[in-house]
């Protein structure tokens, strides 16, 4: 019998992706599998969700092995979790004359088999079983011991997805406030830190303003370290429904540069991952000691500047005089001024101070600039 070919595959993933733009569905995968279950072809459009290929594999061959659309196949799972004998899907004769028995379940050792079949969202969980041909086939015995277990496997797939999502979100968070070089902590009702992020753990060393002490929050100055243990304990108060408290904003005075400002608020956590389920609060901070890249590029795209007049405010944030700038790079104090008027125009502000103030309140590039840097 003569397989499929590369290029029927390959047209089956275009019709595909064809039909899904005249419905206007979302991004999809494609894949086709000859006879023996094997990929012959796949395909992701852009925009496509992760794991697409282990889904679209996982559908396409549970499809193949019962002989039946994955259509078919869910709609029968989501009628409740069910165990099925192999022979309730294929004869024995239908079996034998198989390419996917010839291909793979004679080389693995599979004859006798039982399935289990669950709903998982909108996708299909399957756990089988297999026994080679001379062994015994599997009894009503065997069945009702799997019937037993598959809803427990539903339960804990559905379990595992769901954490798996969180721990995206969290993960995603995280990434973002550190490359805006926000310090995060979270702790307990007494200070106690639970968990604290890369740029927490650059800042809170010894000598500093804020630090950490037989593992809670400290402050130097006591003033300020009661401040912070009444915010936090009532923060913490409400995360767990005792109290009314927002948290609020701490200034830390330093011996040199801007006071390093603490924003406590609630935290509510989901009691999953690494954070316990127990009152708890949030403090955030600037690393006091982070430089602010603003590319030119990203700044030439957010206000539609010219490359000379980007590089300008760019050196502008970065804390140059404009006398600097232009000695920089080699043009005069008045061609300096010019291309700052043409910003001006450009970006509806008449001073410098709100351009540079426009840029570094644009959480964008600021974002821009954390990326650059750690490339």
């Known amino acids: 019998m ?3 070919t590369l290029a029927e595959a390959n047209t089956i993933i275009e019709g595909t992706f064809a039909s899904a733009e005249k419905r206007k569905a979302y991004a999809l995968a494609a894949i086709v599998l000859d006879a023996g ?25 549970g499809a193949l092995a019962l002989n039946r659309s994955s259509r ?6 989501k ?32 004859f006798h088999a039982v399935a289990g079949l669950f709903a998982v969202s909108n996708d299909l969980g399957v756990v089988s079983i297999g026994r080679p041909r001379g062994a015994k086939d599997f009894d009503q015995r065997d069945g009702a011991r799997l019937d037993i277990l598959v809803p427990h496997l539903q339960r804990a797939v559905q379990i595992h997805q769901r954490l798996s999502v969180a721990e995206q979100e969290r993960a995603l968070t995280f990434e973002v406030l550190e490359r805006l070089a926000l310090g995060v902590c979270v702790v307990e009702a007494d200070a106690r ?50 109290g009314m408290s927002a948290g609020g904003f701490i200034a830390v005075p330093q011996p040199a540069g801007p006071p390093l400002s603490l924003l406590v608020s609630p935290y509510r956590s989901r009691g999953a991952g690494d954070f316990p389920s127990r009152p708890s609060a949030l403090v955030v901070f600037a690393d006091p000691d982070s430089q602010l890249h603003a ?24 804390g140059q005089t404009m006398a600097d700038y232009a000695d920089r790079v080699g043009i005069t104090i008045n061609t300096a001024k010019t291309q700052m008027r043409q910003i001006f125009l450009k970006t509806g502000y008449n001073r410098q101070a709100d351009v540079i103030r426009a840029a570094l309140v644009n959480p964008l590039i600021r974002l821009a600039g954390a990326t650059r840097a750690s490339l």
């Not at 009628?79 to 379940?105: C, R």
């Not at 590319?295 to 970065?318: G, H, K, N, T, W």
Request: a positive charge.
């Open 193 to 242: 830190v639970i968990f604290a992020n890369s740029v927490a753990r650059r800042v809170l060393q010894p000598g500093q303003a804020l630090t950490v002490s037989r593992g809670c929050l400290r402050l130097r100055p006591s003033a300020q370290q009661r401040q912070l243990e009444k915010t936090v304990r009532e923060a913490a108060s409400t995360s767990a429904g005792q």
């Open 37 to 61: 279950g094997r990929v012959k072809a796949f395909q992701k459009q852009d925009g496509a969700s992760l794991m697409r290929f282990e889904i679209a594999y996982g559908k396409a061959f």
């Open 72 to 77: 078919q196949v869910l709609a029968k799972a």
């Open 79 to 110: 009628a409740g979790p069910g165990v099925f004998h192999g022979q309730e899907l294929l004869s024995e004769n239908t079996l034998l004359d198989s390419e996917v028995y010839a291909d793979w379940y004679r080389t693995a050792g599979i």
């Open 295 to 318: 590319p030119e590029d990203a700044l030439a795209q957010m206000f539609r500047l010219a490359p000379s007049e980007s590089r300008l405010v760019s050196a502008l944030i970065a």
């Open 2 to 4: 003569r397989g499929i």
